[in-house]
């Protein structure tokens, strides 16, 4: 089919040099790779995508993998460059800041205020887990920073990042492959378990990826955290669902038939996303995704709401583009 114009893709990375140069002196513990990045090769992408708005994005390991104040200060020369490219097309692009590890609360807290107050970001990043050990996003020592998100209604974006153990089952399965669903799936069930998402309603948190592998195993936690040995939590099984259902997810690299069958049966219709993932995944992956979800059948209604008008009701200064 003919794609619509006026896709909102809401999982477009950016990668400028200086950023690299950071990740390929400290390595990428994922195993991933560095891809070549310009905002030409963006403008080419959104033009033969049928891409009106990218939301820009620091991905994995994120500026995070510079801890104290060097993590401060690449956060702090992301978003302005980020912001750069907004103010140069306000139509064409947004930006989630990006924000130092979450271990450094302050230097999250200055962060956060200056990424949405003075450069008005559309919202921010973060990452499934932060530090050596498993402190995933539902770990109480972050609290502040979502009662400072949830006070400011504001819209998060969550990646993957590595696990803590970064031992590769084979060389060719490096962690975005498929640790980065699985490492979605903890951090959001650590949120929904935690009580962290029910006590902040305001924030607006969209699972990278179409939610990992989440919707696939929702029920299988619900029923097994209560009244078991496994898990212990005040909320019911009915609570944990209507809690996962509570995200949003982005389509990036999860546009298959069978993928999007899973999706569509677990999530509200107003709460899918566009994504695409340039260009970790090289234009060969994003557009093999892209070929797919164009293919699966759905109606019209449907197929906008997915593409473009779920994200400008969630970005509403977006809504005339």
Not at 26 to 33: A, E, L, Q, R, T
Not at 94 to 115: K, M, Q, S
Not at 138 to 156: C, D, M, T
Not at 260 to 268: G, R, V, Y
Request: one cysteine or more; hydrophobic letters at 40%.
């Amino acid at each position: 089919m003919t794609r619509l114009p006026g896709k909102v893709d809401v999982h477009h990375h950016f990668v400028p040099d200086f950023y690299a140069n950071v990740i390929k002196s400290h390595g990428d513990p994922s195993g991933s790779h560095i891809p070549a990045w310009d905002p030409a090769m963006t403008q080419t992408f959104m033009k033969d995508s049928s891409i009106t708005t990218a939301i820009l994005s620091i991905t994995a390991p994120g500026v995070a993998i510079l801890a104290g104040e060097g993590g401060r200060e690449l956060a702090r020369k992301a978003n302005e460059y980020a912001a750069s490219l907004r103010d140069n097309s306000p139509d064409r692009y947004g930006f989630f800041a990006a924000l130092p590890t979450l271990l450094d609360v302050e230097g999250c807290l200055d962060e956060i205020r200056y990424g949405l107050d003075i450069l008005q970001a559309d919202g921010v990043t973060l990452f499934s887990r932060y530090g050596r050990g498993n402190s995933y996003l539902g770990n109480i020592i972050f609290a502040p920073i979502w009662q400072e998100l949830n006070k400011r209604h504001a819209v998060v974006v969550i990646h993957p990042t590595h696990a803590a153990d970064t031992n590769l089952v084979r060389s060719s399965l490096p962690q975005p492959m498929i640790d980065y669903p699985h490492e979605t799936t903890r951090t959001a069930m650590d949120l929904v378990l935690s009580g962290t998402k029910r006590r902040h309603p305001n924030c607006k948190v969209i699972l990278s990826h179409g939610g990992g592998t989440m919707p696939y195993l929702a029920t299988r936690v619900a029923n097994l955290a209560k009244g078991t040995p496994m898990g212990e939590t005040s909320l019911s099984p009915a609570e944990i669902i209507q809690d996962c259902k509570s995200f949003y997810f982005d389509l990036a690299l999860c546009g298959s038939h069978h993928t999007m069958k899973l999706l569509l049966d677990f999530a509200s219709h107003d709460r899918i996303l566009y994504g695409s993932d340039f260009p970790y995944a090289g234009e060969a992956g994003v557009r093999a995704f892209a070929e797919e979800l164009d293919s699966f059948p759905m109606d019209e209604t449907l197929r906008q709401k997915i593409y473009f008008r779920n994200a400008r009701a969630l970005f509403p200064r977006f809504s005339s583009a």
